[in-house]
């Protein structure tokens, strides 16, 4: 009985001490309520990643494209980040996203060299990257619904057969 107790207590101490030591991992951004974000909640899905300015007229415009992709493809795996090229506080970005109906996450940041991009010089600019974490595309300047549709499209496609051409090879 002695015995069972003390592996109880061993077995909770080891389950805690490895929570707190996940728990405790260093995040990869911020979103805009200063909450920490780890890119592998966003592991198995495909990723579209808006870099914005609060001064660039095409960005503006650009959210309401943003938005609807959101809306139709949230559901099915498809995440959309805003990401301020600004270094906004995090009032101010919540601010933005209220005044311009924002209806994705906003981060603060985005480690883009995890990526293998450059820091951005453009907005906007738009990342695309795949449910393994690779970028499938890189798109400059404002885009559409359309736009963003057929890129995402494309890419899913080619994505597909990479895959099934991978997995055929390997049988």
């Keep these: 009985m002695k015995r069972q107790f ?7 101490f080891l389950a805690m001490t490895l929570l707190t030591a996940c728990s405790n991992k260093e995040a990869d951004t911020y979103d805009h309520d200063g909450e920490p974000v780890h890119l592998t909640e966003y592991q198995g899905k495909w990723i579209v990643v808006n870099y ?31 990401v301020s090229y600004d270094p906004l506080s995090t009032e101010q970005i919540e601010e933005f996203k209220q005044l311009y109906h924002v209806n994705y996450p906003m981060m603060q940041s985005f480690p883009h060299q995890k990526y293998g991009v450059k820091a951005v010089e453009v907005v906007p600019t738009t990342l695309i990257i795949d449910p393994k ?9 404002p885009q559409t619904l359309a736009s963003l549709e057929a890129e995402v499209k ?18």
């Design 133 to 141: 974490g690779h970028l499938r595309q890189e798109l400059l300047g």
């Design 6 to 12: 003390l592996c109880t207590i061993f077995s909770l």
């Design 52 to 82: 914005w300015a609060s001064w660039c007229a095409p960005c503006l415009k650009e959210i309401k494209e943003l938005n609807k992709l959101y809306d139709k493809y949230h559901e099915q795996g498809v995440e959309v980040l805003g």
């Design 154 to 171: 494309l890419t899913k496609r080619e994505y597909r057969i990479r895959n099934e051409i991978t997995s055929s090879n390997s049988r």
